[in-house]
C-alpha cells in the first residue's frame, strides 16, 4: 500500500506536458521558416520579382 500511495505522490507532481518537445517543434519551425526564406531570395525571382531588392538581413549566397 505505501508504494502505491508513493507512486501516486510523485505522478501527480511530475507535469505531463512535454516542453522539451514543444521547444523543439518551435525551434525547428522557426529554423525551417528562416532557412526556407534565404534559399528562396537568394533563387532565380518569380515573374514580377526580377527587379526587387534584397532584403539587407538576407544574406547573399555565391553558387
Same mark, same amino acid.
Given at each position: 500500500?505505501?508504494?502505491?500511495?508513493?507512486?501516486?505522490? $510523485?505522478?501527480?507532481? $511530475?507535469?505531463?506536458? +512535454?516542453?522539451?518537445?514543444?521547444?523543439?517543434?518551435?525551434?525547428?519551425?522557426?529554423?525551417?521558416?528562416?532557412?526556407?526564406?534565404?534559399?528562396?531570395? %537568394?533563387?532565380?525571382? +518569380?515573374?514580377?520579382?526580377? %527587379?526587387?531588392?534584397?532584403?539587407?538581413? $538576407? +544574406?547573399?549566397?555565391?553558387?
Amino acid at each position: 500500500m505505501y508504494l502505491l500511495e508513493v507512486a501516486t505522490e $510523485v505522478t501527480t507532481k $511530475v507535469s505531463h506536458f +512535454p516542453f522539451a518537445a514543444t521547444a523543439v517543434l518551435v525551434i525547428g519551425f522557426i529554423a525551417a521558416v528562416t532557412i526556407g526564406s534565404i534559399a528562396w531570395y %537568394n533563387s532565380k525571382r +518569380p515573374p514580377g520579382w526580377e %527587379n526587387k531588392e534584397r532584403p539587407d538581413v $538576407v +544574406p547573399k549566397v555565391d553558387s
